[in-house]
Structures are given as C-alpha cells and as structure tokens.
C-alpha cells in the first residue's frame, strides 16, 4: 500500500521560513508529478507548486520567488522550502503524487500539515 508522510509545518512569524517533506512509500515502481497544496479555512484547495520527475517546475503566481519545490527521485521525497512566508499563506498543506504501483497508475495524498504564519 503507497503511503505519503509528510513532515515541518508548524507555527512561524511573518518573514519567516519553514521546509516541508513528504516521503512516499509502499510499492512504487515510480512516482511522476509530485506537488503541494494548500486549504485555507473557507477556501477551496489550491496548487502551490509541483514537479515532475524531469524536473519540470510549475508554481502559484502567489508563492513564485518566495518558495522552492525539489525532490529527491532516490528517496521517492519532495520539499518545499518556504521563505518569506506572509500570514496569507496560513493553511493545510497537503502533499500530492502520481505514482505507479502494482502496474497502476493513481492519484495519491498525504495527511496534510498545517502551516500557520503570525504577524
């Protein structure tokens, strides 16, 4: 069974940076885009930021310059490095991959971290 296990939310004043990992586990054969999401209170989920297993990069027009997608193809991980961060960005962060596993392609999602920012 795949497994997305994410990790480094937590609270930090505006200004501040926070880096959050997601691990994928299970039965992976291989793992395309990975992403990162964000829910707000009242709000409907939205893309911040994704990758492909190219290196592809897309972000949100309201994090580009200020936060960082990677990942590590070897680990099956994927971080994103949050600067800058502004109260705006407070939200559930939920980690998102494609992957195939047991010869099937699917759509899966982590737990979610919450990222709260103070100003």
């Known amino acids: 069974q795949v497994q997305l296990v994410e990790s480094g939310g937590g609270l930090v004043q505006a200004g501040g940076s926070l880096r959050l990992s997601c691990a994928a586990s299970?039965?992976?054969?291989?793992?395309?885009?990975m992403g990162w999401y964000r829910q707000a209170p009242g709000k409907q989920r939205e893309l911040v930021a994704r990758?492909?297993?190219?290196?592809?990069?897309n972000y949100a027009d309201s994090v580009k310059g200020r936060f960082t997608i990677s990942r590590d193809n070897a680990k099956n991980t994927v971080y994103l490095q949050m600067n800058s961060l502004r109260p705006e960005d407070t939200a559930v962060y939920y980690c998102?991959?494609?992957?195939?596993?047991?010869?099937?392609?699917?759509?899966?999602w982590g737990q979610g971290t919450q990222v709260t920012v103070s100003s």
């Open positions: 990758i492909t297993r190219g290196g592809t990069l």
């Open positions: 299970g039965r992976i054969l291989s793992i395309n885009v």
């Open positions: 998102n991959a494609v992957i195939i596993a047991d010869w099937r392609t699917s759509d899966y």
